[in-house]
Nanobody, 128 residues
Framework: QVQLAESGGGLVQAGASLRLACAVS????????MGWFRQAPGKEREGVSCINRSDGSTVYAESVKGRFSISRDNAKNTVYLQMNSLKAEDTAVYYCAGDPDLYCADDGPLVASDFGSWGQGTQVTVSS
């Protein structure tokens, strides 16, 4: 069983940057494809990005392309989401997710039900 714990959320102004971290335990990060999702009030959970365990290839939602960057540090068992040029519409609870049976590929939107392990979420609020 993979345990995930997010950190790094907060309140920032539009245009600022934040870096979220997701600490992974219970399994080596190198054996798990990982993703980030977000959920704004009254909206469905939205896939933001994922990163492949094999070659580190990444996938991004159109809404964050060019602004967000996902990375992984297998030595630290931690996944990061660097968020730049934040907008008010990025306000949401951000969740990291992982699954050893998932293959992160650019073949359509990320599907939350494909991920078996989830963190508790971290709030990101962007003021305009």
């Amino acid at each position: 069983q993979v345990q995930l714990a997010e950190s790094g959320g907060g309140l920032v102004q539009a245009g600022a940057s934040l870096r979220l971290a997701c600490a992974v335990s219970g399994r080596a990060l190198s054996t798990v494809d990982m993703g980030w999702f977000r959920q704004a009030p009254g909206k469905e959970r939205e896939g933001v990005s994922c990163i492949n365990r094999s070659d580190g290839s990444t996938v991004y939602a159109e809404s964050v392309k060019g602004r967000f960057s996902i990375s992984r540090d297998n030595a630290k068992n931690t996944v990061y989401l660097q968020m730049n040029s934040l907008k008010a519409e990025d306000t949401a609870v951000y969740y990291c997710a992982g699954d050893p049976d998932l293959y992160c590929a650019d073949d359509g939107p990320l599907v939350a039900s494909d991920f078996g392990s989830w963190g508790q979420g971290t709030q990101v609020t962007v003021s305009s």
